[in-house]
């Protein structure tokens, strides 16, 4: 799996867009870039995820650039509940067999009131 | 739909004791992944299964072992345990064929004294 790369720790103010940067250089073509996050004590949470073009759903939205050696998870207004460990994984299609999800450090994301 | 259900929520084992882990996945699911996350090492994966059958494999020693039955619930078995095992253990349930995420259980806080 490619590896990522994402700042250690981020704020925003509450009410702002949170953006939050990921390099995947390494990417390769048939694999997709996935986040996840983890609010303290909780499982992690399926963010969103995409391949090439950019995805948007209700929590967020993915930008993947032309090259897909990097994407940007925007969360649109953030709120004091999305201070979260933020998740950017590069995996292989979700294809029968490939459930595997190779964590990195992530990037602390904390809300300011 | 219920989500993930790990049990127990908190454990406390001393060294050289075995432990058994069990997850309920979502229903429907018919694969369960079993993550291991400590301060140092974050997250990483131990195993998946689906249908029964280990699928893949994390860089585990072989004291970690786990099952899946019929039902698809799944339980992961650590041996002689030590106290670098003490960590939060969590399952994460998904379809297991073209799914896109994986959803995650709250974790079993395992502390080996």
């Known amino acids: 799996d490619a590896k990522t790369t994402q700042p250690t720790s981020m704020d925003c103010a509450e009410g702002r867009a949170a953006n939050l940067p990921c390099n995947h250089s390494t990417i390769s073509g048939n694999e997709y870039v996935y986040w996840y996050r983890q609010i303290h004590s909780q499982g992690p949470q399926y963010i969103i995820h995409g391949l090439k073009n950019n995805e948007t759903n209700e929590m967020a939205s993915l930008i993947i650039t032309e090259d897909r050696k990097s994407s940007t998870l925007i969360l649109p207004h953030a709120t004091l509940r999305d201070t979260a460990v933020y998740y950017c994984i590069v995996r292989p299609p979700p294809n029968f067999g490939n459930e595997k999800l190779t964590f990195g450090t992530g990037t602390r994301l904390t809300i300011i009131p | 739909k219920a989500g993930v259900t790990q049990t127990p929520r908190y454990l406390i084992k001393t060294r050289g004791q075995q432990v058994t882990l069990s997850c309920s996945p979502i229903s429907g699911h018919r694969s369960v992944s079993w993550y291991q996350q400590t301060p140092g090492q974050g997250l990483q994966f131990l195993f998946e299964?689906?249908?029964?059958?280990?699928?893949n494999k994390g860089n585990f020693p072989g004291r970690f072992s786990g099952r899946q039955f019929s039902n698809s619930r799944s339980e992961m078995n650590v041996s002689t345990l030590e106290l670098g095992d003490s960590a939060l253990y969590l399952c994460?349930?998904?379809?297991?064929?073209?799914?896109?995420?994986?959803?995650f259980g709250q974790g079993t806080r395992l502390t080996v004294v």
């Open positions: 994460a349930s998904s379809l297991g064929a073209a799914s896109a995420e994986a959803f």
């Open positions: 299964y689906f249908s029964e059958t280990q699928r």
